[in-house]
């Protein structure tokens, strides 16, 4: 596999100071007695490490939710503590505060580059979209402006194909063109590993590190780490926060988790959905796929 095997690569990691106190243990992909998240840890580096490799401008997206904070820890572990590219938070304005307030505290322990990119109003956007698909739409303007305003070939995405089945039919290296438009029926095969890492002038590639994973595994996993979590993830009053987007279009779910372990059991036994509490996922059948074909996360 490539490990920092172009020179451009290594000239971005060469002479940056690393932060002692922020240093993250690397795991080795050949440790022998492996567990699952060992496994899952040691692929998902190696497609960080593939991707800043291969890439000129990586950018990895923040949405300050649970699986991209695992992302950016797994970035840290792939790089010896640091995060060697941008974290982008493409940002509706429209988020609740515990995001916010979690956002400023671990940009700044985490020591992250971290960019904040607005996204239009909503009469910017299509107004045949249903009102919640309206208005995650923004989002995907917002990204598109961002594209062109700094020109990233790479943008790293922490979905996952368990979520969403439209997510489902995703590549690890995800072809876009150059209005960062998807198509889904001209999707790359990915053979042993082997991933299509060139995208066309004037296009980008989504990279999905995390794309095998499941919401059990993404629990496990920041309980194994201790990685920081939203309080609004845990129960209170008899509801939680499974999913989290903006504040107008998200709702809480059901639930007496108060912990990760209890969490951890209620999935094991639920029926509901992980996007239960988005409003886009109740609209029209085919809203959540409009919305993906042109750019959405």
């Known amino acids: 596999m490539h490990l920092l095997n172009s020179e451009s690569a290594k ?27 060992d496994e899952l840890e040691a692929q998902s580096i190696y497609i960080l490490r593939e991707a800043f490799a291969r890439l000129k401008k990586l950018a990895l997206l923040w949405s300050l939710g649970k699986d991209s904070n695992v992302m950016i820890w797994l970035a840290r572990k792939a790089f010896f503590g640091r995060v060697p590219f941008t974290a982008m938070h493409v940002d509706t304005g429209k988020k609740f505060p515990e995001m916010y307030a979690f956002r400023d505290a671990y940009a700044r ?11 239009p109003p909503i009469d910017a956007v299509d107004p045949t979209l249903p009102p919640a698909a309206r208005s995650a739409a923004r989002k995907t303007e917002g990204l598109k402006l961002a594209l062109v305003k700094h020109g990233f070939d790479g943008l790293i995405a922490g979905i996952r194909r368990d979520e969403e089945a439209t997510r489902a039919k995703e590549r690890v290296f995800s072809p876009r063109g150059t209005e960062g438009e998807w198509d889904v029926r001209d999707q790359p095969p990915e053979f042993w590993d082997h991933f299509n890492a060139s995208p066309p002038p004037g296009a980008h590639l989504r990279i ?52 990760i372990d209890e969490i951890l059991v209620e999935l094991e036994k639920t029926k509901v959905p992980e996007r239960a509490g988005r409003a886009l996922d109740h609209e029209t059948e085919d809203a959540f796929e409009r919305l993906r074909v042109a750019g959405y996360l």
Not at 11 to 37: C, K, T, W, Y
Not at 109 to 119: A, I, Q, S
Request: charged share 20%; hydrophobic share 40%.
């Open 208 to 259: 999905h590190p995390i794309l095998h994973w499941t919401e059990a595994d993404i629990w496990a996993y920041t309980r194994r780490e201790n990685i920081p979590i939203i309080p609004l993830y845990l129960a209170k009053n008899g509801k939680r926060y499974r999913s989290l987007g903006d504040a107008d279009i998200t709702f809480p779910v059901a639930s007496s988790a108060s912990s």
């Open 109 to 119: 322990e985490w020591g992250l580059d971290l960019k904040v990119e607005p996204c």
């Open 11 to 37: 000239d971005r990691l060469a002479g940056a100071s690393l932060n002692q106190a922020s240093f993250v243990p690397q795991i080795s992909a050949e440790a022998p007695g492996m567990d699952h998240l």
